[in-house]
């Protein structure tokens, strides 16, 4: 789940890039309905209630990974219902889905309640509204030009102010800390790092970051 969105060679008339289009948009559309988890968080969901659910959910997916891995049958259910859903890397590895849990859980369980709230926005938020965004520059510029490859800067950008708008009105930060929220989301989500999933990354870097920020200047 990437929210500058690679670029995609497009295939004869573009067909390739549109079907990347569709993709992403099908990905990102279930990804944002996850924005209901800091919504709630906002609106006053007991700590306690949140952080028992997420853990439910993520030891039940932790346990689908470890039956894919090692069952060819469950694997192979696994990508029947999952669809077009699946990334190429993660046939091979945990799946986005999985990872977004994992990072949920961790918001909420090491960082204050606004700090969490603000985290999981950069996730749910601002890494969708990126990876759309960035996907569909990479279509329209498919129609005239072939596309750089990677993540776009124009992706990067949506991912900043989804992330700052929504650390404002959803986690109620301040201006300043609010743009360093969309900041740190943005940078986080664009290295390309194998071994740690953008979700967990957002995560880590907006709630650290937002904690020093309140350190350096309180």
Same mark, same amino acid.
């Given at each position: 789940?990437? !929210?500058?969105?690679?670029?995609?060679?497009?295939?004869?008339?573009?067909?390739? @890039? #549109?079907?990347? +289009?569709?993709?992403?948009?099908?990905?990102?559309?279930?990804?944002?309905?996850? &924005? #209901? *988890?800091?919504?709630?968080?906002?609106?006053?969901?007991?700590?306690?209630?949140?952080?028992?659910?997420?853990?439910?959910?993520? $030891?039940?997916?932790?346990?689908?990974?470890?039956?894919?891995?090692?069952?060819? @049958?469950?694997?192979?259910?696994?990508?029947?219902?999952?669809? /077009?859903? +699946?990334?190429?890397?993660?046939?091979?590895?945990?799946?986005? !889905?999985?990872?977004?849990?994992?990072?949920? $859980?961790?918001?909420?369980?090491?960082?204050?309640?606004?700090?969490? /709230?603000?985290?999981?926005?950069?996730?749910? %938020?601002?890494?969708?509204?990126?990876?759309?965004?960035?996907? @569909?520059?990479?279509?329209?510029? =498919?129609?005239?030009? #072939?596309? #750089? =490859?990677?993540?776009?800067? &124009?992706?990067?950008?949506?991912?900043?102010?989804?992330?700052?708008?929504?650390?404002?009105? /959803? @986690?109620?930060?301040?201006?300043?800390?609010?743009?360093?929220?969309?900041? %740190?989301?943005?940078?986080?989500?664009?290295?390309?790092?194998?071994?740690?999933?953008?979700?967990?990354?957002? *995560?880590?870097?907006?709630?650290?970051?937002?904690?020093?920020?309140?350190?350096?200047?309180?």
């Amino acid at each position: 789940m990437t !929210a500058g969105g690679p670029s995609s060679p497009p295939a004869a008339g573009g067909t390739g @890039a #549109a079907l990347a +289009l569709r993709h992403e948009l099908a990905r990102k559309t279930l990804h944002l309905g996850t &924005v #209901a *988890v800091p919504v709630a968080y906002a609106a006053g969901m007991p700590r306690a209630t949140l952080l028992a659910a997420l853990l439910a959910l993520a $030891l039940v997916a932790l346990v689908v990974e470890m039956l894919r891995a090692r069952h060819e @049958a469950s694997r192979a259910v696994f990508v029947r219902a999952t669809g /077009i859903l +699946l990334r190429e890397h993660e046939h091979a590895r945990w799946a986005g !889905a999985t990872w977004l849990l994992l990072a949920f $859980l961790l918001a909420v369980a090491a960082f204050p309640r606004d700090v969490a /709230i603000a985290a999981m926005v950069g996730v749910a %938020l601002g890494d969708a509204a990126g990876a759309v965004v960035g996907r @569909a520059w990479s279509h329209r510029r =498919a129609a005239t030009a #072939a596309p #750089a =490859a990677g993540k776009t800067w &124009v992706g990067s950008a949506a991912c900043l102010v989804a992330t700052a708008l929504g650390a404002w009105g /959803i @986690a109620g930060l301040g201006p300043a800390p609010a743009l360093l929220a969309g900041t %740190l989301a943005a940078a986080a989500e664009r290295p390309r790092i194998a071994r740690l999933d953008d979700n967990m990354r957002i *995560v880590i870097a907006v709630g650290a970051g937002i904690l020093l920020w309140r350190i350096a200047f309180s």
